[in-house]
């Protein structure tokens, strides 16, 4: 089953969430070396302003995309971007070992999404009727 149309904005807060993290763990990765203009401490400070923003984005993707299927994609393609990093901008190094790890990553995530029902589709196709909202739930889509 495919996805409706009105979750595209809660793609693009996995996107947001998923570049926050690769974002934060990039700074903590070059302050803890010294090999970056801000203090340990400093950089420390900005991961955890990253991955906090990482983590409510994650949170505006779930009201619209299975909690399995964002979760999935916030950490496999989080965790290609950062390898990803690591091997291009902090000279670490990429194995075939690797190579494969990130594509079964990859594959998993894609495998998760598609074997998901969208939460539309398990509604009848009509999200927005009274009748499917929990009560009290009237505003839970404005963001």
């Keep these: 089953m495919s996805f409706c149309r009105s979750s595209r904005k809660h793609w693009?807060?996995?996107?947001?969430?998923?570049?926050?993290?690769?974002?934060?763990?990039?700074?903590?990765?070059?302050?803890?070396?010294?090999?970056?203009?801000?203090?340990?401490?400093?950089?420390m400070a900005l991961m955890f302003g990253l991955v906090g923003l990482s983590y409510y984005c994650l949170s505006l993707a779930i009201r619209g995309l299975p909690v399995g299927v964002a979760y999935a994609f916030w950490e496999g393609v989080?965790?290609?971007?950062?390898?990803?990093?690591s091997v291009l901008a902090l000279g670490e190094a990429m194995t075939p070992t690797h190579l494969l790890a990130l594509a079964a990553v990859l594959c998993g995530a894609a495998l998760i999404r598609r074997g998901t029902s969208s939460p539309h589709a398990r509604h009848g196709g009509n999200r927005n009727a009274a009748s499917d909202r929990p009560s009290g739930d009237a505003d839970s889509e404005d963001i």
Excluded at 16 to 41: D, I, K, Q, Y
């Design 78 to 85: 989080g965790l290609v971007l950062i390898t990803l990093v």
């Design 12 to 43: 693009l807060f996995l996107a947001a969430a998923v570049l926050f993290e690769v974002t934060g763990t990039t700074v903590m990765t070059l302050a803890r070396s010294g090999a970056w203009l801000m203090t340990p401490r400093a950089g």
